[in-house]
């Protein structure tokens, strides 16, 4: 089983959708939770750090469910500058482990 | 400007050849890291560094060199590059390595022949 695990997609959505990617982690000891987005093959970037309680950034929010162990991604209002790949990151004792990421596609 | 930066951003070479990737950051991390991202498999961890000399094994060391002789460097050392290290590279730093945001290179495109 993977430390990490996305479902790989791809979500293709229309503008102003709202769309939701899932990710489970499989250490109970990780201790910090990320959101990078990668485009087309570029460098990932941080997208956001996801924290217990909840985080949100404009259309975007994070949610960890530590019982459960998952980490969620939930955009709103989709724009087409929001297709990209959107990559899970769990902290474990200072080893960062990356999904393999969640492909979106936005289209008009 | 901070950022990370990478050389070569494109290779390609042959089996057996040599070769070196460089990777320098201006903002004064002790933090350094180099991964490979191959379809399907996320990024994975070759080697890291928390400070300058000190480097440890990711989980796919074999096959790869790095060093850490100032802070701001870490090249990634190939000595007898082989067709399954044809891959995408990124270099990546971060202010202690304790878990905070990572900062990475534009990536390397490698294609050992």
């Known amino acids: 089983r993977k430390e990490v695990e996305q479902d790989p997609g791809p979500f293709n959505v229309p503008e102003g959708a709202t769309v939701a990617f899932n990710c489970t982690y499989s250490n109970s000891a990780s201790q910090s939770f990320f959101w990078y987005r990668q485009d087309c093959r570029k460098e990932p970037k941080l997208l956001m750090s996801v924290y217990s309680s909840g985080n949100e950034d404009g259309r975007f929010t994070a949610q960890l469910n530590r019982a459960s162990q998952y980490i969620s991604l939930l955009i709103r209002d989709s724009k087409l500058s929001d297709s990209a790949t959107y990559l899970c990151?769990?902290?474990?004792?200072?080893?960062?482990?990356f999904g393999a990421g969640t492909r979106l596609t936005v289209k008009p | 400007e901070a950022q990370v930066t990478q050389n070569p951003r494109y290779l390609i070479t042959v089996t057996g050849k040599k070769l070196t990737v460089t990777c320098s950051q201006n903002m004064n991390h002790e933090y350094m890291s180099w991964y490979r991202q191959d379809p399907g498999l996320g990024l994975r961890q070759i080697y890291y560094s928390m400070n300058v000399e000190v480097t440890d094994k990711g989980d796919v060391p074999e096959g790869y060199k790095v060093s850490r002789k100032e802070k701001r460097n870490f090249p990634l050392i190939l000595e007898s590059p082989s067709p399954n290290q044809t891959s995408l590279y990124f270099c990546a730093s971060s202010f202690t390595g304790s878990g905070e945001t990572q900062y990475f290179g534009p990536g390397t495109r490698l294609l050992v022949l």
């Open positions: 990151v769990v902290n474990i004792n200072n080893d960062m482990r």
